[in-house]
Structure formats: C-alpha cells, structure tokens
C-alpha cells in the first residue's frame, strides 16, 4: 500500500514489535490515503492507545504511548518562535507547514501523519531506525563528511559549515536558578573565561545581509576545564541524524556549488519532509539587525551526572540579556526560501554585522545570558524525546550572565591560539559532569553531536598545524636537524624552493625553507642536512613538505628518496621514506606519515586526521585528486568505455598521452629512454629489413629466420625452433609457451567437436577407443570461443580471417602432448571440417598455423593485456586514492603497482589504438573495432575468482599432467606468495576485526568496487564480483593474493612473447587468405603455406612488437628486491626475507629441473619476476 510515496509494504524483521508498529502505520496510511478527518484520526489513536497499554514489555507500551501523545500534540502544535513572538506581542507566523501544504496538495490529517513518521520507531520513513549500528559504520559516516571539512580547515582556517564570522571574548558569571541540577563547573571559585565566535553558515555567509543560519559557538575556560556549546539560530533543525544531514547538504549544494542554483532539485527535497520547510524557517535569519540580538540554540542534548549520581538530559541556549523583539523571517522570504542572496537594495557592507558587534564592544559589554533546560533521566525516553522540535514542557532557566568585551585579533581569529594553548571549539570539549549521549546507530538525533564531536576534534588539530606554521611568534626552544635525500635517478633534482613543517603532538614547527647557501641544494642523489630553531612541538607526527616554484627558475619536478628528522636533545632519528616525484600537481599539504607503519584505526588523533587529510587530497579534492576516466582516445575521437572496459587513470589532456601522464606515476626517466631508443632501434631495423624484403621475398618457411636474425637474443629455449613444427614441440608450448593457461582436461567431447574414431585412426597408441581414452583422462583440449563474432580488419586490400579454434590433445604413454585433432569453427560442418596429423603434412601445418593465429590474438590481448594488465589497473589507482602512505598494505603494495599506470597508459596509447603497434600486427585489428571487441569478451568471460590461478588450474583439472613446468612453477609461486600475504596481514591485523575497522581499506575496496569495474555491464557478476567490502583476514589475504600475484602471472603472460612471436610461422599474429574448408582437404602445398603466412614485413612487426613487450629494463626491479622498501621495522624485514627464502629455494629447484630438460622453462625463476607489472 502507498499513499503520496510513502512505502508501507517493507517493514523491519518480523519480531512482534516490528509486527505491531507496521499494521499501526498501515493503518495510519489507510486513513491517509482517505484522507480522514481529524475525529477520524483521534478514533484511531484513542483506539490503539488501548493496544498499546496491553503491550507487556515496558518499554514498547512507553514507546507506543509515547508516540500516541505525540501525534496528538503534533496536531496542535505551534512554532516556538510564534509562542514568543506571541508573548512580545509580535504578529507572525511560520508558513512553512502551509507553504507545504499549498505545494503538495495534502490534509491536516496527512500533514500530521507524515510529521509523525519523521520520529517514529519501525516508522516506514528511511530515516528513522531503532538498530544498533557499529561505531566503525558510524564513524564512516563522519568521515565521509569530514573530507572537505579537513581541506577548508587548512586553507581558510575556519570551521566547514560556519566558516565567515568573527570571534570575541569576555568573562562569565555562574548565576543559577534554582532548580537546576549542578556540576562543580557551574559553582566555580575563580573567574570563568569565555570566547565566543559569531558566524555565518554556508556559501552565501559570506555577505551578512543574505539569508543563512547564525552560529554562536561558545567556550567557557575554568582552569583546565572547557563547556564549547555549538548553537545556531533556531530552536529546532532542519536534520536531526546522517540521513537528515546528508539530505540537506545534497539540497544545499544545489544551490551554493559554483554555477548550479537549481531551484527545482532544491524543491524535491523542501517537500520531501513536512519539517523541512517549517523548520527552516526557523533556522535561517535574514540581513538580522545584530548578532547580539539573535537566540542561540544547542538543538541537541547533553547527559548531566551530579555528584549523586542522579542524571539528567538538558539543552542550552544563548539569548539577549536584554529582552527585545525576535529577528523573524519576512513572509515573502519565506515563501521563497531558496533564494539566499541578500537584497540588491541593501546598501550596508557585506560585513556589516562583524563591524556592528565591533563598534558595540568598542563602546562597552554585549552582555547574553546563558539559559539551561532540563529533565531527570527516566530510561524510558522515546527517540522523539532527543529531537530538537520536542517541547520538554520545561521552563529555560538562567544558569550564567555572558559578559563579551572585546575582539579577538587576526591572528588568533579562526579557532586557535598557539601563545595561550589553543583554542578549537568542539561539542566534545565538556567538564567532568556533563557528556555526549552515545548514539544507537546513524539515524539517532544524538548522532549530531557525537559526529560533531568526531569532527571540530579533526579539523581543529589541522587548523593548528596550519596557525602554527604560520605564526608571527620568533620561538627558538629546540633545535631540529632535517636531512634530505633526492632520488639518484635521472632529472630528480630542483632548483625550487623548499620548504618543511613538521607536526607534533603538542604543536608545530614554523614553515622552514631549507637552503644552505652557496650551494646548489636538491641536485640528482643528495643527501643534505639543514637545522633551525623552533618551538617544543613534543613527539614528532608527521610532516608537511612544500615544493614551490623559484623567481629565478623553471619549475622543475623533484624525486625526494627520504627525510630524517631529528630533536637536537632526542639524539635519536625519525625516517619519513618516500620514494616519490613532487611536482606543481601535487596535493598541498603534502603531507608524509610514512614514519610510522599503522592502521588507521589505531593512529592518534593528530596522526588520524592528517592521514584522512591525506587520502581525501587523493580521492575528493578536484584540484588534487587522482581522477578516475573511462575516456579512450580511438584515433581522432574520444569514446567512453566504462559499459565494458576497467577504470583508469585520468590523463589531464585531450591527447592522453603518456607524455601528459602525471609524473608520480610515470617510468623512470632512464626506462622512459630506453624503451623509446629500443622502439627507434626497431623501427629502423624494420625499415630496412623491408626494403630489402622487396627485392628478397620469402620463397621457403626456414627465411622467416632471417626476420629472428635482424632482432637478436640469445636464450635458453632457442633450439625450439629446430624442432618448431612437430606435434610434441606444439604440445610443450601450449603448455609451458607464452599461452599455456586455456588447456583442460575433458570428461567428454562437446557436441560441436564431432571427432569420431576414424578422424582417430592410428594415431592413439594404447589400443583404446577414443572414448576410453578420454574416461582414462589422457584427453584434454582448447576452445577458443571467445574469439567468435570478433571483427578483423584488411590487409592490402584483403579482408583478414579469424579462426575460432578448437584442438584435442593426447598424452600417449611417452607423456608428451600432441595435437590430434583441430577444428577451425564452432559450427560443425564442410565449412569448419576437423583437421588430423592422418591429413597431409602440409593441411596439417595449415590447421596449426591458423590456431596458432587466433591463439596469439587470446594470448596478447586476453591472457596478457585484460588480465594481467588492465584487470590491475582499478586495484592500483585505487589504492593510490585511498591508502596513506604510512598504511601498510600501500607499503607493501607500493612497489608492485608503482609503474602499471605508466605501461597501461602506454599500451592505450599506442598499442590499442588506431594505427597502433596491436591494430597493425594483430588479425583483430588492421582498422577493424576487433582489439576492443577481444577485450570486453575478455572481462565477460572472466571473474575474480579467476584471478586465483592455483584454483584456475584445478578447476581446468590438469594438476596430474606431466611436462607442464608451468603449472608446478606456478602453484609454487603462488604459495610462496600467498605465505607472505598471510605473513604480512598477520603481521599488522590482529583479528577480523581490525579489517572490518580498517577505514582506508575498505574504502579502497569499495572505490575499486564501485569505480574500478562498477560502470561495466554484461559480466558473469557484479564488478567481476570484486568485492565490495572485506570482513575477515583471509579475504583481505585473498585480496591482496589476487593482486600480487598477477603480476607473476604477466611474467609469464608477456615475457615469452618475443621467444615465441619471433619466428612467425611458429605464431603467426597476422594470417593471409581464407581459412581451409572441406573441399580444400589434400590440395595444400609449400606455395599456398606461404602465401598464407605473414609476409616479410608483417612478421617484422609482429616480433618487433613482442620484443618491446617483453623487453626487461635496466632498472627493472625484481621480486626478491626492494630497493624502495618503505617499512621501516627490523620485523617487517624478516617477513620479507622469509619470503625471500622461499623464493631462492624454487629458483633452485626450477634450475635443477631445467638442467635435465632439452628445453627449459626460466620465465617464472623468481630472478626474472619483476617486482610489478611494468612492461
């Protein structure tokens, strides 16, 4: 049932207060839906107050009655600005209940239900809920809010959501009326000390004469003792929980984001609640007369413990000691409450109201009196009884007289104070006596103030910082000694300025430039110490580096290895590893906590802030942020692939190129050289080679030797190609070559694969039937379907053919593999006949050569370019977007994901698009949309769990096949690294629970889950079935596993493409003519072999292009290294080295098993792993 889009068909679990409240609101809608009469309504409540006082559990009757009584008062209720109004004889009302009901449509009796439903328990309205919520769920919730509120603390010094206004201090006088329940704090014996600061709310606060809410927040000092009320105009709020709050910033932002002011958007939520309207009227004041004529609200309420034990709830306000008439909103204002911008017929000063308070202090006290309200605690208060529109029928009682004399100057303007100890106003600073009420989940009205509480603390320590290192104060207590080392690579110098903050616990160093003179600091492999005096900043945090441009130079990146820091009296260092590039894109604060190796959730306040700083600079902030894209530039267009291909970094330029790749995530300038000095090489040699090729075509099959010639190596698995055509020689590479992960066993043959017992004769050798042959498991095969439907392009003029192969193979009692049957289709048929070693020798090389074709383009594309590059991708900037550098899974996973932005960036660059090094090798590409094509059947046909490759190989059931080298090196490297997954989770997670309370983790996932591979469609699962979140250790180790080892499984994806590419009638990347039917049986020959295969100058390319792919560079870092090792604990290390260990053992063991193999398998030693994913 539905009325006015209420769902009243999903109510919480069915327990029998559950039960109860949803045939109540049923009910209630019923009637709404008919709009009912208010005799109607009293029926109905009078009748289930009497259900209501049968329910035996105290609690849900008090609840039941509870609500009963509010409804019913709700009915009748009126504003409490209209109550006082009344009483100074003032003629106004609040029209927002009418305005909503002009708007809508609804009866009085609909109003008050949908009223109703706004504080309810098991009310169907998604903002009400009585389930207890996790402390880490909620503290999410801060966070999410506290991204741009870190940020704004830094750069304007001021709070998020008030951040223009003024700040002035005084003295307090405690005057209690009598009935109050006291703490010692409100008796005190010395004077109280009191700062207050005066604001405006919003982006339209920055001109006083526009319409916005009007903060007082106030600080209360008695000795070492702090009250901070944070109120605001208006006696009740506009939101009261997560859900109300978020609602209302999303409406705000449709109205003060640069060029939005979307009034109608704005209108959607002003009428999705009845409150919204009523209660913004209220709270918004326009162009007032004079902050000290305003009242001053602390909506929500606070716990008071006396000494006797006896608790009570109040709430406080903030009033004119001297009563005059309420500043209250003009009714066409309020009939148009959206438009916020200030009257273009008042001519006072955008500021008006600081200088008016100003000029009154000028002239003597602004005096306020502090009022208080309280109730004794019952236990059996409903959720409704905390909202900030609840009447508590209490009287407001005097409890202190305000006395502000005087302005705060600039420099302790905005929250803090370095000379006399600070100041940063914040709901959770109270004296012993008075606390925050603990929320029960999200949607409780007490989540405000603690979730306040959680964030004045973070943004506080951050506008600290930032005061600190910029105060005017000459302090020169201790002396710091900072030394710095830049990278030793190739252009990591600066000539720019540079300059350092470093944080304490207790405060901060000054901004200190870092210059010794007459010399030339931060050249290419320094390492330079700098000191200076400073104030005491007690223990070292973190610190803030600067990079700025020079007067005198032209901005130049820098590459920083390390800074140590060190406090003169401490004699001990304090390392910050970095290993990173600083240029002008960098966030600002750079902030490196990389000192210390911690969970988020276990770092001090100061630390904990500084780090969400950090990661909210990488992932939210515009100006900073590492962008998702899903853009491909395809020749001279831009397309938008996010419905079939991964996230990836953005590339800030129309061109996205590498060249325009941030720097932080590019190659070393050495390995950039190379790899374009090995391309020019290429190309070079390629021309040539081609212009001799016209004059020297190919005549025999053993002349695509010279093109292997033209591109030396020398390798362990040449002699291959002595024996590059026979059948065993085709079985040992498609189980230990540069695709060996397709081949499974068969239980038995598909019915698109007919091959009979005559296609079969004399070629199985133990005298079964086939049938027999496969029940004994001694049959496995391929099946290419992936490539079916795939477009090819031309070549010359020729349209290029694709073959969607299929092969059986057999393992004869020799246990060498062979092929014995190939089909070129999946239909089959005269067009797609099998083909079998009982064919010519020619028919039978044909049939190999076209599936070795189409398993070049599964090979470069799928198992090389999708899974083992792309697939990474989202992993990578995902973790550079939400993972500190001081948290340990980015430590450990810096080095392995630090250069795959860079290669990937390439590959779409030049390998992918149109013209590129793929479109003019491969069959798939030659001007045809088949490389992409490929590559979202790769994703479709693809899933998380695929990327434990131990399990992949079970489940293609080929653990018990002999000669398959690289399945026994794979599964030892697979639990190799998967020890030390398990070691180093082990080594910084304690329990599950630690992951689950892991903030920068789970957001990781959830970004790579949501941005990563969210956008794509037609797949097997949601977002490959990746998760979104992690619970348990072992799926964090699963994770991780997932990630670090691809990069094993692309040394043997990439790093025998060369090897096995070079000579092209072993792997032809690109095939001429039509694939051979039926009617072609027997009629091949040496000259139609070669007029099929590759010319001279397509097999150039082809093995050019593998010899860039598989080329190792000179500061290719490998798996047992760690030359940028960003742990900085002796125990971390011996995790490492045990894994080490492990390493060096199978590298011997592969050696030792080499050496008895006429052809070896080397691409997995872990010598040859590197460290990442980098080519």
Known sequence: MAWKGLDTTSFPP????AKLWGQFWIKLASMGEKAGSKNELQELLQEWTEIFKGVEIL????????????????????????????????????????????????????????????????????WTS???ESLQSMSAKVRQFNTNGLLQAWKLQAPTTHPVGMVVEGQAVMEPDAGLPLIDFFAPKEEIKVQAMFSNGGAYGKDDRSTTGRGCSLKLRLGDQELDLVCQTGSVSPFENYLTFALLVGANSQLEEHGKFDVEAYKKWLLSRLASWYNLVETLVTAPSSYSRLQYYLKYPLLLTEASGVEHYCKFRIVPAEEGPLELMPEETQRTIWNRYADKDDKRPIDYLRREMRKRLSEGTVQFKLEMISKEKTGNECNIFFHPSSDWKQPWKTLALINLTETVDDERMWWGDGRIGGWAGNPGDLPPGLSIIDPVNSQDTNWVNWARSELYRGNSSIRNVRMFAESKENVKDVKYIVTVTTSDIKYSGTDDNVSIIIAGDKAATNR??????????FERGDTTEYSFLDREIGNIEYIIMKKEDSKLTIESEWCIEKVVVRKDKSGYDIKFPFFQWVNNASPDPLIIASNQTCLPQN?????????????????????TKFKWSYDLKTGDNIEDVREHQ??????????????????????????????KNLRRTLAMTGITSTIKGLFDPINTIEEYKDVVEEIPEESAEAAWMDNWDSDEEFGRQTMNGMNPVNLHRIKELPEKFPVTEAHMEGILQRGLTLQEEIEKGNM???????????????????????????VLFYLPPNEKLIPVAIQLGQLPGTDFPIWTPNDTREDWLLAKFWFRNADAQVSQLVTHLAQSHFILEPFAVGMFRSLSLAHPIHKLMKESLKSLIAIDTKAREVLITPGGVGDVSLTVGHGSNGIIETLTKAYQNYSYKGMNYKNDLVQRDVMELPGYHHRDDSIKLWDATLSYMQDMVNHFYDSDSDVIEDWEVQAWVKDVFNNGFGKMKNLQQASLGVPSSLATKAELVEYLQSIFYTTVRHSFANFYSFEYTRFAPNSPTVLRGKLPREEDRGLATMETLLASLPTKKQAYVAAATGKVLANRASDEVYLRETPNWMFLKEETRKVFEK??????????????????????????QPSRIPSGVSA
């Open 130 to 132: 009585y389930t207890t």
């Open 603 to 623: 770092e001090s306040e100061i630390r904990s802030s500084a780090r969400l700083l950090e990661t909210s600079l990488s992932s939210h902030w515009e100006e």
């Open 59 to 126: 609690e849900e009757r008090q609840e039941g009655l509870d609500m009963i009584s509010n409804i019913k008062e709700i009915l009748y209720s009126t504003s409490t600005l209209e109550s006082q109004a009344k009483e100074r004889g003032q003629e106004w009302s609040n029209l927002g209940r009418k305005l909503f009901q002009e708007h809508t449509g609804s009866s009085e009796v609909q109003m008050a239900i949908k009223l109703a439903m706004d504080f309810s328990p098991w009310s169907p309205a998604p």
């Open 1139 to 1164: 894994f080490v260990a492990k390493l060096d053992k199978i590298e011997e063991e592969i050696k030792s098993r080499n050496k008895e193999l006429d052809i070896p398998y080397t691409v997995l």
């Open 14 to 17: 069915e327990d029998e207060e």
């Open 780 to 806: 496995y095969m391929i099946d290419l379907k992936i490539l079916e439907g795939v477009s090819t392009g031309t070549y010359e003029d020729q349209k290029l053919f694709l073959a969607v192969s299929m």
């Open 512 to 521: 200190q430039y870092l210059d010794t003179k007459l010399y030339n600091d």
């Open 646 to 675: 991964p996230g990836f970094l953005k590339v800030h330029s129309e061109e996205k190129t590498y060249d325009e790749l941030d720097s932080r995530f590019q190659w070393a300038p050495e390995h950039y050289s190379e790899y």
